[in-house]
């Protein structure tokens, strides 16, 4: 499928949906052109998770016969939201060649040109954030604070949290064991389970950068909040302990608790979302970039 053509010179400039043929070289483009930390190979595997058994695409490319130009990633999914099928399509790595940058909005058009979808874009930095306004997203309430993950000892008779992915599938049910699955090999997605008095509350989470350091944690998931907030002290101790997490950034939304001894951050990275069905309230952070690169 051919979206566009244009002429530069004698050279034809191409706008093509990314299929599974195309992994390889995306791969390699956007680890030469967007993060270099990533490598090809973790790039490809982010490409293609592993609950996209149908999408229609992996996103749309800029192209001039077999070199890259230019990508807009996007990763698929199709939920239950208050009974009924919803689509989703995350806006996830936008990248074009300086060259070719006047080219790049119209991978966007064509992204948001597939009818019928609730689009997210979790991560828009610099000019994308008034361009996505322009083009009516909305902001999410991205209130968050960080906490620094101080030692805990917890006691093994009321608090117990497992993130051996044996015992997390053997402790989760219903859809926390789906979003578990689904998410068990995604690159950047981390997973552990805390248990207590006969409860269970899955906690999803990603390593973050600030200031180049990657020294963070952010909350993607969690699937109790009720016993989150009695049990929060527990989970950023042991993010320390087990994963060497100096500090854990918590977004309000997905905890509905300032932790105790948190820091308010002023300037919240900002989350976008556009759709014609969904309130801010019904949008995750799942199914997404954020659980499928590790920047």
Known sequence: MRHADFKMGDRSIEICPITAADVTRVAQFLHDELNGRITPETWAAAIQPTWQSASPNHGFM??????????????????????????????????????????????????LAQEGYTFTDLSPSGNVVPLNARLNFQHLDTTAVLVPNWPWIQSSRHTKIVSEPGAIEASLEGRDLEIYRDHARAAAAHHLVVLRDGECCYVMFRRDRRKR??????????????????????????LLTHFGVMATLVERRIVDRQPHLSIRLRS?????FRSSQLLPSQIDYLYSELTCVPW
Do not use: T
């Not at 060649?97 to 080219?103: G, I, P, T, V």
């Not at 919240?268 to 976008?272: A, G, L």
């Open 62 to 111: 800029l192209v001039s016969g077999n070199r890259v130009l230019g990508v807009y990633l996007a990763f698929y999914s199709q939920r239950r939201v208050d009974g009924r099928m919803e689509k989703f399509c995350n806006l996830a790595a936008w990248c074009v060649s300086d060259a070719y940058r006047s080219h790049g909005l119209r991978l966007l058009r064509a992204l």
């Open 213 to 238: 350091l990657p020294l963070f944690a952010s909350i993607l998931h969690v699937g109790n909040p009720d016993l989150f907030r009695k049990v929060d002290r527990h989970v950023y101790g042991h």
């Open 268 to 272: 919240p990275r900002p989350r976008m």
